[in-house]
């Protein structure tokens, strides 16, 4: 099992940036892939990015790719989802979330997730 906490999230400007982490612990934090999910209001979870244990593989939404970056910090055992271009759409619950080795965009194939940040974005 794997505990994971985010933080980052904050109130930003349309076109503004914002950086969020995931601080991943336990036996087993080195060798899960990792992903960030958002639920927007009124909306279900949804993907947003993943990147494999090693750091070698992402996977991106859509919607996303080419304004978030998501990498890790092995060493520290840190995710990151690093956000250029914020749109009000973009506003949401994000969280982190974790699963063996591989990325995956499916939301059910995730087995530890932090209790998620706030992120708003305002036009």
């Known amino acids: 099992q794997v505990q994971l906490v985010e933080s980052g999230g904050g109130l930003v400007q349309a076109g503004g940036s914002l950086r969020l982490s995931c601080a991943a612990s336990g036996g087993a934090a080195s060798t899960r892939a990792m992903g960030w999910f958002r639920r927007a209001p009124g909306q279900v979870r949804e993907f947003v990015a993943a990147?494999?244990?090693?750091?070698?593989?992402?996977e991106y939404a859509d919607s996303v790719k080419g304004r978030f970056t998501i990498s890790r910090d092995n060493a520290k055992n840190t995710v990151f989802l690093l956000m250029n271009s914020l749109k009000p759409e973009d506003t949401a619950v994000y969280s982190c979330?974790?699963?063996?080795?591989?990325?995956?965009?499916?939301?059910?194939?995730?087995?530890?997730w932090g209790q998620g940040t706030q992120v708003t974005v305002s036009s």
């Open positions: 990147i494999n244990w090693k750091g070698e593989i992402t």
């Open positions: 979330a974790a699963r063996p080795f591989h990325t995956s965009r499916s939301v059910i194939s995730y087995s530890d």
